[in-house]
Each structure stands twice: as structure tokens, then as C-alpha cells.
């Protein structure tokens, strides 16, 4: 019996077996695995397109004309027609587009200078140092004014003084070195303009402070012709420094009017070379030098004709005699003498 039951279990069991291993195996499903290493083909950024870059127009068309600068913070009507008159002319001359603007001060005109936006100026001294030391500008012209195309400095003392005068009459020019003559102004007091001054202040203290010459603080005077009669009068200071070359201070009305003995009483110890070039003319180096010939060369014709040095004139509210030429290392000795001093340019503007 116990051996039938257990027939009976190996059968069933076999009979198991049997119907698992005909049966159709079950699927495995796939597990998700998220792979961090794997970009999504729709978060990718799509490659920019090129930004289109306009080509600028060529220098001297009606879209991008040359441009001359004036200082001129309120230009009378005449000044403004002298522009439009010039720059037409230069337009016609070089079959190019010239146009003129006027800017309130400097600064405003640098700024234009640093954007590119002006090619050509008219400088004085001081605005044209200050452009070039930033490479804006490189001199082309200077104007004649009263005959000369730079001035200097001549320094003044009382006859009384019995100072040495190391000036000839004759010629206009120094009879020795400044360290020679201006060392009698050794610990004495000058009486000067005023700081935005280069003959009047600066050019003056340069030239002291270069041959190391002490001298006490100076008085300031504001006008030529107040520190003329502060030296004339005594007591005050003990020498001057006005312009000279150009002309001679003590020669004008406002002086001679009250001091009729002022040549006499007021004598040149010592004169200066011309260090200190008249307004000058100056164009970018955005424009290609056989351009810059060109117009240079125009403005120097113009002013040969008294038709053209009117226009000039007027233009700058300035009288001009003619042009000349005039590179940028005609300033050396004017940098090299503001060197020696603690003068800021930038202090120096009007």
C-alpha cells in the first residue's frame, strides 16, 4: 500500500515537471536605466547664426564724409558760413564728401576724436599736446599770426635792480643760456598771470625750475599788463615773464598809456626761443597719408591768397597770415619744458 502511494507521488510529480517545461516562458520586462552621460537630442542649443556685420561705407562718401573740427562754444554766423564755405571747397577739390562741425570745448572733441567720428582740427597749443599724447592727432600746419609761426617767453625786471640784461636789441635774440641769466632770479619773487597760462605761468617756471634756480611763490597777477606794473611800481615782486616774439606787452596802449617809460624802466634780462606754436592744424591717422597731402597741401595754397587767408581767419576767429608746415616734433621743447614742472594739460584748458 505504502509502496502504491508512492508510485502515485513520482507520477505526479513527473507530471509536473512535464507541463512547466512545455510551457511558454514568461517575458522579462525591461528595467528603465537613466544614463546621465547621455545628452537629449531635443535640450542640444542650436548652432547661432552669424550676425550680420555691416560694411561700413568708404571714408569720404556721403554716409561716412570726413569731418573738421572747431572748438567754438556759441560760433557767430560768419564762423559757421567760413566752415560751410571751406569745407565745401575742400569737398569740390578732392571729389569727396567734407563736412565741419563745431564742439563747445575740448573734452567733446576728443571724445568725437576717440569714436573716429572727426578726421581733422584746429588746435591750440595745450588741446593739441593733450590729443597727440593719445595718438588722436599728428600736426600737419601751423598759422602765421603777426608775422611769426610760434612765440616765447621774455622775462622782465626793474631797471633798479641793476640786473645783467643778456638781450640784444638788435637781433630780438638771448646773448647767453637761461641757467646763466635767469640765476640773478635766484630767491627772488615773480609776478605772473595766471595757472592756465603757458607764457604767462608755466613756460616761465619751466625754464626756472629746468636750471634749478629757486625761486618764492609766485604773485598772481592776471593780466600782462597788472604784472608789468606790479614790477614797475616796486615793492610787490621782484620780476615778471610775459609773451614775447610776437609782439612786445610792453608796447601796448593799455600799458604805454600809463607806464609811457615802460622800455626803459622794464628791461629784457632774457629771451626765449619760439617754443610755443601758433594754432595749428592736425589730421587723424584714420586717414590715408596721400589724402592728408592733399588736403594739407590745399590749405597751404589757400592761404597765399588774400581771399583764402580771409577765410582761414574767419574760420578761426583768429588772424592768420599764411600757413606753413609744421611736424609734431616742433612741440619737443615745449614737452620737454612742461616736463619739468607739476603742470597737468588737462588743467590748462579754458
Same mark, same amino acid.
Given at each position: 500500500?505504502?509502496?502504491? $502511494?508512492?508510485?502515485?507521488?513520482?507520477?505526479?510529480?513527473?507530471?509536473?515537471?512535464? =507541463?512547466?517545461?512545455?510551457?511558454?516562458?514568461?517575458?522579462?520586462?525591461?528595467?528603465?536605466?537613466?544614463?546621465?552621460?547621455?545628452?537629449?537630442?531635443?535640450?542640444?542649443?542650436?548652432?547661432?547664426?552669424? #550676425?550680420?556685420?555691416?560694411?561700413?561705407?568708404?571714408?569720404?562718401?556721403?554716409?561716412?564724409?570726413?569731418?573738421?573740427?572747431?572748438?567754438?562754444?556759441?560760433?557767430?554766423?560768419?564762423?559757421?558760413?567760413?566752415?560751410?564755405?571751406?569745407?565745401?571747397?575742400?569737398?569740390?577739390?578732392?571729389?569727396?564728401?567734407?563736412?565741419?562741425? =563745431?564742439?563747445?570745448?575740448?573734452?567733446?572733441?576728443?571724445?568725437?576724436?576717440? $569714436?573716429?567720428?572727426?578726421?581733422?582740427?584746429?588746435?591750440?597749443?595745450?588741446?593739441?599736446?593733450?590729443?597727440?599724447?593719445?595718438?588722436?592727432?599728428?600736426?600737419?600746419?601751423?598759422?602765421?599770426?603777426?608775422?611769426?609761426?610760434?612765440?616765447?617767453?621774455?622775462?622782465?625786471?626793474?631797471?633798479?635792480?641793476?640786473?645783467?640784461?643778456?638781450?640784444?636789441?638788435?637781433?630780438?635774440?638771448?646773448?647767453?643760456?637761461?641757467?646763466?641769466?635767469?640765476?640773478?632770479?635766484?630767491?627772488?619773487?615773480?609776478?605772473?598771470?595766471?595757472? $592756465?597760462?603757458?607764457?604767462?605761468?608755466?613756460?616761465?617756471?619751466?625754464?626756472?625750475?629746468?636750471?634749478? *634756480?629757486? #625761486?618764492?611763490?609766485?604773485?598772481?597777477?592776471? #593780466?600782462?599788463?597788472?604784472?608789468?606794473?606790479?614790477?614797475?611800481?616796486?615793492?610787490?615782486?621782484? =620780476?615778471?615773464?610775459?609773451?614775447?616774439?610776437?609782439?612786445?606787452?610792453?608796447?601796448?596802449?593799455?600799458?604805454?598809456?600809463?607806464?609811457?617809460?615802460?622800455?626803459?624802466?622794464?628791461? *629784457?634780462?632774457? *629771451?626765449?626761443?619760439?617754443?610755443?606754436?601758433?594754432?595749428?592744424?592736425?589730421?587723424?591717422?584714420?586717414?590715408?597719408?596721400?589724402?592728408?597731402?592733399?588736403?594739407?597741401?590745399?590749405?597751404?595754397?589757400?592761404?597765399?591768397?588774400?581771399?583764402?587767408?580771409?577765410?582761414?581767419?574767419?574760420?578761426?576767429?583768429?588772424?592768420?597770415?599764411?600757413?606753413?608746415?609744421?611736424?609734431?616734433?616742433?612741440?619737443?621743447?615745449?614737452?620737454?619744458?612742461?616736463?619739468?614742472?607739476?603742470?597737468?594739460?588737462?588743467?590748462?584748458?579754458?
Amino acid at each position: 500500500m505504502r509502496t502504491h $502511494k508512492g508510485h502515485i507521488l513520482s507520477l505526479m510529480l513527473l507530471s509536473i515537471l512535464l =507541463f512547466t517545461a512545455c510551457s511558454p516562458a514568461i517575458e522579462s520586462r525591461p528595467t528603465a536605466v537613466i544614463s546621465y552621460g547621455t545628452r537629449n537630442p531635443l535640450l542640444i542649443t542650436a548652432t547661432p547664426m552669424p #550676425t550680420f556685420t555691416p560694411t561700413p561705407a568708404p571714408l569720404g562718401s556721403a554716409n561716412n564724409p570726413i569731418v573738421m573740427g572747431l572748438i567754438a562754444e556759441n560760433p557767430p554766423q560768419t564762423q559757421l558760413d567760413a566752415l560751410q564755405e571751406l569745407t565745401a571747397q575742400l569737398s569740390a577739390f578732392l571729389q569727396m564728401s567734407v563736412t565741419g562741425k =563745431f564742439f563747445p570745448d575740448y573734452l567733446t572733441l576728443e571724445a568725437a576724436l576717440q $569714436k573716429q567720428q572727426v578726421h581733422l582740427a584746429w588746435l591750440e597749443p595745450v588741446e593739441y599736446l593733450l590729443a597727440s599724447e593719445k595718438g588722436l592727432l599728428s600736426s600737419q600746419l601751423v598759422s602765421n599770426h603777426l608775422g611769426v609761426s610760434a612765440y616765447g617767453v621774455q622775462f622782465l625786471a626793474h631797471k633798479d635792480s641793476n640786473l645783467i640784461s643778456y638781450y640784444d636789441v638788435g637781433t630780438g635774440k638771448a646773448t647767453a643760456d637761461a641757467a646763466t641769466a635767469l640765476a640773478q632770479f635766484s630767491g627772488m619773487r615773480p609776478c605772473l598771470t595766471q595757472t $592756465k597760462s603757458l607764457a604767462g605761468y608755466w613756460i616761465p617756471l619751466a625754464y626756472l625750475a629746468q636750471n634749478n *634756480i629757486p #625761486t618764492q611763490e609766485p604773485v598772481l597777477a592776471y #593780466t600782462y599788463s597788472a604784472a608789468m606794473r606790479a614790477v614797475y611800481i616796486k615793492g610787490i615782486c621782484d =620780476f615778471t615773464a610775459t609773451y614775447a616774439i610776437a609782439s612786445d606787452p610792453r608796447t601796448s596802449s593799455e600799458v604805454i598809456g600809463d607806464l609811457p617809460d615802460a622800455l626803459d624802466r622794464l628791461p *629784457i634780462i632774457w *629771451i626765449s626761443p619760439a617754443v610755443i606754436p601758433n594754432l595749428n592744424f592736425s589730421a587723424s591717422s584714420q586717414l590715408p597719408l596721400p589724402l592728408t597731402v592733399q588736403i594739407s597741401d590745399y590749405l597751404l595754397q589757400l592761404g597765399r591768397s588774400d581771399s583764402g587767408r580771409a577765410l582761414l581767419s574767419e574760420l578761426n576767429q583768429y588772424e592768420i597770415a599764411g600757413l606753413e608746415a609744421l611736424p609734431d616734433d616742433a612741440y619737443s621743447d615745449l614737452r620737454e619744458l612742461l616736463a619739468a614742472t607739476d603742470a597737468r594739460l588737462i588743467d590748462l584748458l579754458p
